[in-house]
């Protein structure tokens, strides 16, 4: 599985990605999770990115892809 299709599949099933997340993940273990996802945008995929606090509290950018809400709006996946 590509660095691409794996992170693909973590977004899918409402997974938030970090960058700490991809690089510590096994089936992904990237170090530009930005350049992954800039990639799969490019391939016409809808992932939204948001800043999220780490318990240290810095910010860093959290990706992942919008779910249909019951009422047909979309959530924010986390």
Same mark, same amino acid.
């Given at each position: @599985?590509?660095?691409?299709?794996? =992170?693909?599949?973590? +977004?899918?099933? &409402?997974?938030?990605?970090?960058?700490?997340?991809?690089?510590?993940?096994?089936?992904?273990?990237? @170090?530009?999770?930005?350049?992954? =996802?800039?990639?799969? +945008?490019?391939? &016409?995929?809808?992932?939204?990115?948001?800043?999220?606090?780490?318990?240290?509290?810095?910010?860093?950018?959290?990706?992942?892809?919008?779910?249909?809400?019951?009422?047909?709006?979309?959530?924010?996946?986390?």
């Amino acid at each position: @599985m590509s660095q691409n299709e794996a =992170i693909l599949w973590r +977004l899918k099933r &409402g997974d938030v990605l970090t960058p700490i997340d991809a690089l510590n993940d096994p089936e992904i273990r990237s @170090m530009r999770l930005a350049a992954r =996802i800039g990639e799969l +945008l490019d391939m &016409g995929y809808d992932i939204r990115k948001a800043n999220q606090k780490t318990e240290t509290g810095k910010t860093v950018t959290a990706y992942y892809m919008p779910s249909k809400e019951k009422n047909g709006q979309l959530g924010m996946g986390f």
